[in-house]
């Protein structure tokens, strides 16, 4: 059974610091690229972050490009969102993804598994 279990989320004050993990199991996780989305209260899930199984090329959205970093550890079966500068619109529901696929994407509908989610919460 495929489970990703996402942990790290909490409450920051504007400009802080989180970084979030998300723990793969039931896979073999090198060969599945990953995803962060984000989902705040009233709005879409909107793609946030992706790399490809090796841990190169990583993809941002434009709001966050600059100060997200996705990176993972394929011995630690683990994908990574160190979240800096964080602002209000931050705020949101943060959840791993992943994909059998070399190259990571920004659809959603190209994942196969996903977490249940971490909670975000950036206080202004």
């Known amino acids: 059974q495929v489970q990703l279990v996402e942990s790290g989320g909490g409450l920051v004050q504007a400009g802080g610091s989180l970084r979030l993990s998300c723990a793969a199991s039931g896979l073999t996780f090198s060969i599945y690229a990953m995803g962060w989305f984000r989902q705040a209260p009233g709005k879409e899930r909107e793609f946030v972050a992706s790399?490809?199984?090796?841990?190169?090329?990583?993809i941002y959205a434009d709001s966050v490009k600059g100060r997200f970093t996705i990176s993972r550890d394929n011995a630690k079966n683990t994908v990574y969102l160190q979240m800096n500068s964080l602002k209000s619109e931050d705020t949101a529901v943060y959840s791993c993804?992943?994909?059998?696929?070399?190259?990571?994407?920004?659809?959603?509908?190209?994942?196969?598994?996903w977490g249940q989610g971490a909670q975000v919460t950036v206080s202004s």
């Open positions: 790399i490809n199984r090796s841990g190169s090329s990583p």
């Open positions: 993804a992943a994909r059998r696929t070399f190259s990571s994407g920004t659809y959603a509908a190209g994942y196969e598994y």
